[in-house]
């Protein structure tokens, strides 16, 4: 299969990598932290706006734009993310990962992160009560909590009976409000959400491993 190239301000990128490069190297290396790029930094301020205008719901997300700025990932301390700041003082993020790719987030990604943000309490909860290293190889540094039966094949199994019983899947989110811009199910959707969360809670088992464990353990094919 033939890889497609990017043009961006009328530079040709050869494979979208080599874009991916090109991108993190303005928002990481160029810039990096930043509340406010527009002033900061007005020589790459315009090469991100037309980075994020790659975005599906650039139109949207930037009406009444009036600055950019580049903050932590709270789900991940290693990430930046950009920010779209408004005249109104509010603020809406917008991925530099989905502009980079033009394509939308779909379906089941959101379905994902409404799954994973409503089990917060029980995360939370089980590292509280649990030893502040590594099960692996005993490291305390950038701990995770893991699922032993992968949280995909966890989440696989639960939709099929969901739809075992004809029960609805949800396809409408909200939005988080802790400033992690994940999504969560609606009100409308309560009854489902308290499905999963019991489920979940009943099912999954929990790890602390340590972030390099974690990121190389084997993935999973059963997943939706």
């Not at 790659?54 to 789900?75: E, G, W």
């Amino acid at each position: 299969m033939t890889r497609k190239s990017i043009i961006f301000l009328e530079k040709i990128y050869k494979t979208q990598g080599e874009f991916d490069v090109f991108v993190k190297n303005i928002i990481y290396n160029d810039i990096g932290i930043c509340n406010d790029i527009k002033n900061m930094y007005p020589e790459h301020y315009n090469t991100l706006v037309e980075i994020l205008k790659r975005h599906p719901d650039f139109i949207c997300k930037t009406q009444d734009m009036c600055n950019i700025k580049i903050v932590k990932d709270k789900l991940n301390i290693n990430a930046l993310k950009t920010i779209i700041i408004k005249k109104d003082g509010s603020e809406i993020d917008i991925s530099w990962k989905v502009a980079i790719t033009g394509k939308p987030k779909g379906d089941k990604q959101e379905l994902m992160s409404a799954m994973r943000s409503s089990i917060d309490e029980q995360i939370v909860q089980f590292r509280k009560g649990s030893d502040k290293k590594c099960v692996l190889c005993t490291n305390t540094d950038n701990l995770h909590i893991d699922h032993i039966i992968h949280f995909d094949e966890i989440v696989l199994n639960f939709i099929n009976i969901m739809k075992s019983k004809n029960i609805n899947i949800p396809d409408t989110f909200g939005d988080t409000n802790d400033d992690t811009h994940r999504r969560c199910f609606l009100e409308t959707d309560k009854d489902f959400k308290n499905e999963w969360t019991d489920y979940h809670y009943e099912n999954a088992q929990l790890r602390v491993l340590c972030q390099k464990c974690n990121l190389t353990r084997t993935k999973t094919n059963h997943k939706l």
